[in-house]
């Protein structure tokens, strides 16, 4: 993996899609100050200081999208709960599907996958990524949705280049047979850490809401909802509210 570090930059997301033709497959960028972060559905991402995460992975496993790629987030999010757990917070890290991580129903990290395509050719793709590894209760606080940092759900300070060294080491080791066996390699991984499973829950896909109890998660990362009526209904993408 090549690491490629810039001082400051709006989104590395968005510089890693600009300038994904020069860069090669692993690059990762990543900055510790991010000054225009963006979040899934067209919502921010809160720059919450420079002793946090804020990077992509630039991946280019091929010259056409595949099914797979679009579970890669659930990899990363499977690998960063894991890292987490590695600093044994007082209540362990649990996955909103389908790629949130939360510690008590607060968010601590959050992933943005985003594909690069030029015509029918498929560039690759960018999986960005931000956690909150140091930052003061204050200024959680102030934030417009429940959220917590490692450092406060561990009891200590963080060191960020550390935490970045595992994830990326560990997402390494797993990436080349996740793409070969997708989803299935890391399902029962996923659903360990899932808190929605078996619960009531209510999941906007685009301007719809679907209702339901949440069942299972499919051999390849869908959400399965079973409504009031028995009918089973599969969900591949969304935002459970
Ligand atoms: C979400 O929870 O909505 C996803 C948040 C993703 C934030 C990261 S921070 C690094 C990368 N650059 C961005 O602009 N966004 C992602």
């Known amino acids: 993996m090549e690491l490629l570090y810039l001082e400051t930059v709006d989104s590395t997301n968005k510089y890693a899609k600009e300038y994904i033709k020069e860069l090669s497959d692993k690059t990762v960028v990543y900055t510790y100050n991010q000054t225009s972060g963006r979040g899934r559905l067209e919502r921010k991402w809160n720059y919450m200081g420079e002793d946090n995460i804020y990077a992509s992975i630039v991946l280019k496993p091929s010259s056409e999208m595949k099914e797979v790629y679009s579970n890669l987030t659930q990899l990363l999010c499977v690998v960063l709960a894991e890292v987490m757990e590695e600093y044994n917070p007082?209540?362990?890290?649990?996955?909103?599907?389908?790629?949130?991580?939360?510690?008590?129903?607060?968010?601590?990290?959050?992933?943005?996958?985003?594909?690069?395509?030029?015509?029918?050719?498929?560039?690759?793709?960018?999986?960005?990524?931000?956690?909150?590894?140091?930052?003061?209760?204050?200024?959680?606080?102030?934030?417009?949705?429940?959220?917590?940092?490692?450092?406060?759900?561990?009891?200590?300070?963080?060191?960020?280049?550390?935490?970045?060294?595992?994830?990326?080491?560990?997402?390494?080791?797993?990436?080349?047979?996740?793409?070969?066996?997708?989803?299935?390699?890391?399902?029962?991984?996923?659903?360990?850490?899932?808190?929605?499973?078996?619960?009531?829950?209510?999941?906007?896909?685009?301007?719809?809401?679907?209702?339901?109890?949440?069942?299972?998660?499919?051999?390849?990362g869908a959400l399965v909802l079973k409504s009031e009526e028995d009918k089973k209904q599969i969900l591949y993408i969304g935002d459970i509210l």
Do not use: M
């Open 90 to 220: 007082i209540s362990p890290p649990k996955i909103k599907w389908p790629n949130d991580i939360r510690i008590n129903g607060k968010k601590i990290s959050g992933i943005l996958a985003e594909g690069v395509n030029n015509g029918k050719h498929f560039d690759g793709l960018v999986l960005g990524f931000g956690v909150n590894l140091n930052v003061s209760k204050d200024v959680l606080d102030k934030i417009d949705q429940p959220a917590t940092s490692l450092n406060i759900e561990a009891g200590e300070c963080i060191d960020k280049d550390v935490f970045l060294k595992k994830v990326l080491e560990r997402f390494c080791l797993l990436y080349n047979r996740f793409i070969e066996e997708g989803f299935l390699l890391i399902r029962e991984d996923y659903k360990k850490r899932a808190e929605f499973l078996n619960k009531e829950v209510a999941v906007k896909v685009f301007d719809k809401i679907y209702k339901g109890i949440a069942e299972d998660v499919t051999s390849n």
